[in-house]
């Protein structure tokens, strides 16, 4: 094993669906944990740990079927031998040693304090416990990897008996001794003089560490221990993980991929597929994405400032520490209150409106942004409402249809089944070609009648319209002293069946009124796009 070893390599080994999986509301399903383990393959992870088989059946059925991954590692984790079996009687042991992975992660605890208040045994039972089950596994030809619970908290109230646990698995041929900071309390200053410790008697390319997120350091920890000589790193998917969560692989690996000199399995070029990856979990786990998480997060390359945008278009370096390509991330330049010209021309650029044509106009079109932000809009989120407003202001749009007037009504009542129900009713008059049109159209919600009565009254001049799908909606009261009679800001994203997806503002003391008015700008946007 000694000859494998490689010193200026760091190994990633990701727990998502493991200890990710402790999170509370987090229950994957065996499906689940296929998609997510093959984006981790394409990613180029050392070491998947798929679940502990024996505690649960989604686990038993995952390790049932076969991987065949392209690069990676599957690993079962599971515990010690229980203080009472011999190792190769533990049932927990067998469990994993009969899953066939090549590769077992066991924990086991390394603080006096927790083995005397946990489990109730003596230290030297909680040695041989460590280094029977390593040995037992290292028997059957399996790479073994010892999780040291509760490491940095035993070190600093027992450094000695801390440092034994960690040498009882390095004596037994463990690959792996990964030091964890399980309680999430330790600071960066305290792990790198821990783990400096540490490697004086243990080389860094058998330690690993394990940070939990309670003090926001996780990542920190990570960095600095791998900094000060640990040789892999386990964490998370989005920091997944119970309490606060893990480490955030999404943030370790592009930093020690990019800003050090330290070899690694995921190639510069696979970073590319980080922000998939890191979707792909939110999708499965039906959570908004973390719009401002580093490298991947919507907003991780937004700028508002027009000083910074400014500079921006001049050298993207003065304001970005990598390009956002590198993790599959885009730029993404904001218009609101806060903006400069810069700004108008970047995002010109974006909508494909050349501002160079219409310099002229620019410091009109800036002030109707901010007098529109003034009120309420938000361009930042609606940058299809934002190219709408610059056609209107620079060059004028089409009248594709003009609202004579609109009614809704909420109808709550006992249906025939005897179940109580709520019925919106829309009534729509719009003027197209100098006709007028009424049509009346009932939905689930006022918006929903709202849209489908508007649209029935278009599609026979529009038909490109009949294949819209709003996709979400979402409604924020802006003044919020005024109760009932505040003025509310209404967000409404629209896709078709090409996979385009867009996004439209509306404000107003009236949520139906602002409703409509994001609803307008939705079609509106479809119909410039189809002219």
């Not at 009949?466 to 003044?479: A, G, M, N, Q």
């Amino acid at each position: 094993m000694e000859k494998d070893l490689k010193p200026n390599k760091v190994y990633f080994f990701d727990t998502t669906l493991r200890d990710g999986q402790q999170t509370t509301g987090v229950d994957f399903s065996v499906e689940d944990k296929v998609k997510m383990s093959n984006a981790l393959d394409d990613l180029g992870i050392d070491y998947i740990e798929g679940g502990w088989p024996g505690s649960n059946p989604t686990d038993d059925s995952f390790f049932q079927s076969p991987k065949k991954f392209k690069s990676s590692n599957l690993v079962a984790f599971g515990m010690t031998r229980r203080p009472t079996a011999s190792a190769s009687n533990d049932p927990g042991l067998n469990n994993l040693i009969n899953t066939n992975v090549k590769h077992i992660c066991i924990v086991g605890k390394s603080s006096s304090y927790q083995v005397e208040k946990a489990l109730g045994i003596s230290k030297s039972d909680n040695l041989k416990m460590i280094g029977e089950s390593i040995s037992y596994i290292k028997s059957k030809g399996i790479e073994a990897m010892y999780d040291a619970e509760h490491f940095f908290d035993g070190y600093k109230s027992d450094p000695q008996f801390a440092i034994d646990c960690l040498l009882e698995a390095f004596n037994n041929n463990a690959r792996w001794i990964v030091l964890c900071d399980t309680n999430g309390g330790t600071l960066p200053s305290e792990v790198e003089s821990i783990v400096k410790d540490v490697v004086k008697k243990i080389p860094g390319e058998r330690l690993g560490i394990h940070a939990h997120n309670d003090t926001e350091n996780a990542v920190a920890n990570s960095l600095i221990a791998v900094n000060s000589g640990v040789r892999q790193v386990q964490g998370t998917i989005n920091g997944l993980g119970e309490r606060c969560g893990n480490a955030n692989l999404v943030s370790v690996i592009p930093s020690i991929v990019l800003k050090t000199n330290f070899d690694t399995s995921v190639p510069e070029g696979n970073l590319n597929l980080l922000k998939k990856t890191s979707l792909l979990l939110d999708e499965i786990l039906n959570r908004q994405p973390n719009s401002q998480q580093p490298y991947v997060g919507e907003n991780a390359f937004s700028h508002k400032g027009g000083l910074h945008v400014s500079a921006i278009n001049k050298d993207p370096k003065t304001y970005e520490h990598i390009d956002p390509k590198t993790v599959g991330n885009t730029r993404k330049i904001v218009i609101s209150d806060q903006s400069g010209r810069s700004n108008i021309t970047s995002l010109l650029n974006t909508v494909g409106i050349n501002p160079d044509d219409h310099k002229d106009k620019l410091d009109f079109l800036l002030q109707k942004v901010k007098e529109h932000e003034f009120k309420g809009y938000a361009f930042d989120q609606a940058l299809a409402s934002f190219e709408i407003l610059a056609r209107k202001t620079l060059f004028g749009i089409p009248d594709f249809f003009e609202l004579v007037r609109f009614k809704v009504i909420d109808d709550r009542r006992w249906n025939a089944k005897g179940e109580l129900v709520t019925e919106s009713e829309a009534t729509v008059r719009i003027v197209v070609n100098n006709e007028e049109f009424m049509n009346v159209e009932v939905g689930n919600g006022p918006v929903n009648a709202l849209d489908k009565a508007l649209r029935k009254s278009l599609m026979s001049f529009y038909p490109s319209l009949e294949d819209l799908e709003l996709t979400d909606f979402k409604v924020r009261i802006l003044s919020s002293e005024k109760g009932t009679d505040a003025i509310v800001r209404v967000i409404i994203e629209t896709k078709d069946k090409s996979g385009a997806i867009w996004t439209t503002v509306g404000v107003s003391t009236n949520i139906i009124d602002a409703s409509y008015n994001a609803l307008r700008e939705s079609l509106i946007y479809k119909l410039i796009k189809s002219s």
